[in-house]
């Protein structure tokens, strides 16, 4: 399994008139999660992108478990747990500041050559860089 933490911190623009951080940005905090557990394991987001290779999202599933405020500053944990071979799964966790879990949330994309617009396998580099931490 491959954990990678993240923080940001809600911003005004992100709450309700409740003072709660709005739904619809989880899965823009979830993006952030995953581009920079990628990018932890030294794999771009652009460089894909470069090369060729898209990944747009199949599925998503979350679960509000306690709201965030304004000016909380909260942790996307992202788990990799298994090796993608045409799809990739993303598994997160946020907290907030005294480490209470606030979401969790799964997602799956799918690795599209650009050109044809259809699935490909995981580019080699991924799963090379993954195998130093996932033993299926």
């Known amino acids: 399994m491959y954990t990678h933490d993240t923080q940001i911190r809600i911003r ?3 709450t309700d008139q409740m003072g709660y951080c709005y739904y619809g940005n989880y899965a823009q905090f979830f993006e952030i999660g995953r581009v920079e557990t990628l990018r932890s394991l030294g794999v771009s987001y652009k460089e894909l992108e470069d090369n060729g290779i898209m990944l747009p999202v199949l599925d998503y599933s979350v679960k509000f ?3 965030s405020f304004y000016d909380d500053l909260i942790t996307i944990r992202t788990y990799i747990k298994k090796l993608p071979v045409a799809k990739i799964e993303f598994e997160y966790e946020l907290y907030n500041e005294n480490n209470v879990l606030l979401t969790t949330a799964q997602t799956t994309l799918v690795f599209i050559q650009k050109t044809t ?4 396998q995981t580019p080699a580099e991924i799963i090379r860089k993954l195998k130093e ?3 299926e």
């Open 117 to 120: 617009m259809k699935p490909c």
């Open 133 to 135: 931490f996932i033993r």
């Open 65 to 67: 478990v306690k709201p």
């Open 12 to 14: 005004y623009s992100e």
